[in-house]
């Protein structure tokens, strides 16, 4: 079951656009994902709430070009080992001449022109460790036989982050980023992240190897290893996590570590954040030639690249299979759907009047609401169908029942136990049992955040 396509988050790209006669991916080319409108409310509000969160926790957020010029990719380097993975084409400029560019592989080689930029005009008074963000979005050219829905494609964003931190405090930004995980997983997806269901992945270099199949020297390896082993026993220490050493799988440029969580039902592994060392980035742009003009001869720097979801397309598919469907409260393009129960008595009136007012107090909220009408004959097949297609995480029950005693029946997704339970509130005219539930929900999100974050959205065609 392909969850993504259901609930309107992505246009299923072998399935044919109306009149036109082709499916939509002969348009869009494979891998290329026609987002749509379920997609644009979820990414705009996780979006929002990434930016906030790495804001708040001294990251400097940024934006750069989705293309470059090939020579910002032959200073890195990418143009040598990743050309056949990258979209690289020609523009002609106005005299004739033709200018080669590449979409974006990757965003590292635009974060340090940045950091060399600041370093450049603000000197010393720019902060080491200094973290850099952007939500960035790349273009990578995969084999077409590796693309698979929303798991593998050739268009994606990352959570993209950079660090640059003295070695001394190398062990410190990594047990952060550890922390950032731990917190963003809990409190927006529902994942724990302990010791039960959370392993780290150590990659490192084959010391034989060294300054052959692993770029850089002995020395460089050996200490930035230790470090890592060092974070390592230290996120063990706090959170009870294991790490076990993978040698030899390092990539050439420098050590690793993925956070892998296990998916219990099916026994399968996750990778759900990594923290990459990079010894070849730096050398090749010279920042550390400009670091060490700047901040001393004997400052060591770490250039580490960090994701905590990765790419946010794989990471939203892998997430639908797990959870059947089903999102986090304030990431579900539909949250609540109100039914009022028709009785065909004269009750009707009644029903129909405090369904409405509920929808009201909800959009009023700007809680994306939705009003599916039903029968007292008909409610087990309407709540079976809104479960398994939209699958709202509040169906907000309205019938004589509830109108008579002043009070609204509520299915609630409990996202620990992975089903739902109905609770019965006292209703009043401003549904004030029911938003402080919402609130409830969302608060743990507001901790990251620091504001709620909610999308209106006007569902006319959902019902
Ligand atoms: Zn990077």
């Known amino acids: ?57 001294g990251y400097k957020v940024v934006e750069t070009p989705i ?26 400029g106005e005299g004739g001449e033709l200018e080669e560019f590449a979409l974006k592989p990757m965003n590292c080689p635009y974060h340090i022109l ?27 050219y995969e084999l077409s036989g590796t693309l698979r829905g929303l798991l593998r494609v050739r268009g994606f964003t990352q959570d993209d982050a950079h660090i640059f931190t ?17 917190e963003l997983y809990e409190k927006l997806f529902h994942i724990d992240v302990n010791s039960s269901n959370i392993k780290l992945r150590l990659s490192f270099s084959n010391h034989e190897e060294i300054g052959k199949e692993f770029m ?71 920042l550390e030639d400009l670091i060490r003009e700047v901040y001393g001869t004997d400052v060591e720097i770490y250039m580490i690249h960090r994701a905590l979801l990765g790419s946010l397309e ?19 393009p539909i949250q609540v759907v109100v039914m009022p129960i028709k009785a065909g008595s004269p009750l009707d009136g009644e029903i129909e009047d405090m369904a409405n007012s509920v929808m009201d107090v909800l959009l009023n909220n700007d809680i994306r609401a939705s009003k599916v009408e039903t029968t007292r004959t008909s409610i087990g097949g309407t709540i079976r169908r809104l479960e398994t297609t939209i699958k709202p995480p509040i169906i907000v029950a309205v019938g004589p029942e509830e109108v008579k005693k002043r009070i609204l029946s509520i299915r609630v997704y409990d996202y ?48």
Do not use: C
């Open 114 to 140: 940045i950091l060399m930029n600041l370093i450049e005009k603000y000197r010393s008074k720019v902060k080491l460790p200094f973290k850099i963000f952007e939500l960035g979005k790349v273009h990578r």
């Open 166 to 182: 003295p070695k001394e405090e190398a062990v410190n930004a990594i047990v952060e980023v550890f922390e950032e995980l731990k």
């Open 314 to 332: 794989r990471f939203v598919g892998v997430y639908l299979e797990a959870f059947k469907g089903r999102l986090p409260f304030v990431l579900a």
């Open 416 to 463: 620990k136990a992975r089903r739902p339970r109905t609770i019965r509130e006292p209703y009043d005219d401003e549904a004030t049992a029911l938003l402080s539930l919402i609130d409830k929900m969302e608060a743990p999100v507001r901790e990251l955040a620091g504001v709620s974050p909610r999308l209106p959205v006007v569902l006319d065609y959902i019902s």
């Open 1 to 57: 079951m392909d969850y993504a396509y259901d609930l309107d988050i992505a246009i299923k790209p072998t399935v044919s656009v109306p009149k036109l006669g082709y499916s939509y991916g002969h348009y869009t080319g494979s891998g290329n994902v026609l987002f749509s409108t379920g997609w644009g409310i979820l990414r705009s509000v996780l979006g929002d709430i990434l930016t906030r969160f790495h804001a708040r926790r």
């Open 67 to 92: 293309l470059a010029r090939t020579t910002l990719y032959k200073v890195s380097g990418h143009i040598d080992y990743y050309r056949e993975n990258m979209y690289i084409f020609n523009v002609k």
């Open 216 to 286: 850089g020297s002995q020395e460089e390896w050996i200490n930035a290893e230790e470090v890592i082993s060092k974070a390592a026993s230290e996120i063990k220490s706090r959170y009870g996590v294991e790490s076990f050493i993978g040698w030899g799988e390092a990539a050439f440029y420098g050590p690793k570590i993925d956070v892998v969580a296990v998916i219990e039902e099916e026994e399968r592994e996750w990778q759900i954040g990594t923290m990459q060392f990079d010894f070849n980035l730096p050398k090749r742009f010279r």
